[in-house]
């Protein structure tokens, strides 16, 4: 089946296309081309057809594409009825949801008091950054032996006596733990008796 689609030419950045006849199982760039029927400047929008070349091959069955076919449209070349004009491509919306433009808008009444939280959330969050600043005691430093201790008008500390006490849990040593009668707690090994052969 023909085709009657558009070759680009032209150096890289600045287009120029032909208007070419060709079978459509072929790629623009490399089959092989039946007719040159016109050419297209897409910078100037300018297109230079043939229109009597392209209304035999239309007629003979060669199908136009998309393009080819609003720029016929344009030069006012009537087409025939079965050539398939394919509409405007609807694409999908990726991520409908994250974009603004397809987000549903929020009623005024409810957008109101959400402007009006933060600030209100902003005023609360400095108060109490100042307030634990003037609750919070300063951190108590670890006391070493002969520093005296002195006391914050919050928490009265009692004085340190000169003579250290004895610790209050002090673990017995092995001989207070067996009592006289008892048997001590560790298993005591005997020896062999030597004997005298």
Do not use: C
Not at 33 to 46: C, E, F, I, L, N
Not at 89 to 113: H, I, M
């Amino acid at each position: 089946m023909l085709a009657i689609r558009l070759q680009r030419t032209g150096r890289k950045g600045h287009a120029q296309f032909r208007v070419i006849v060709q079978d459509g199982r072929f790629s623009p760039t490399s089959g092989r081309v039946v007719a040159y029927v016109g050419s297209y400047d897409p910078h100037t929008k300018v297109a230079k057809l043939d229109g009597e070349k392209i209304k035999t091959y239309l007629a003979s069955g060669a199908q136009p594409s998309p393009r080819v076919i609003s720029l016929l449209k344009a030069d006012k070349i009537k087409l025939p009825e079965w050539v398939m004009e394919l509409g405007q491509k609807q694409r999908a919306v990726r991520n409908p949801d994250k974009r603004r433009s397809t987000r549903p808008e929020a009623p005024a009444e409810e957008a109101a008091p959400a402007a009006e939280e933060p600030a209100a959330a902003e005023s609360t969050e400095a108060v109490e950054a100042e307030a634990p600043a003037a609750e919070t005691p300063a951190q108590e430093a670890p006391v070493e032996e002969g520093e005296e201790v002195v006391a914050t008008p919050e928490e009265p500390v009692a004085e340190t006596p000169d003579e250290e006490a004895p610790p209050a849990a002090a673990e017995p040593t092995p001989a207070e733990d067996t009592a006289v009668g008892d048997e001590p707690s560790e298993p005591i090994a005997e020896e062999p008796a030597e004997s005298k052969d």
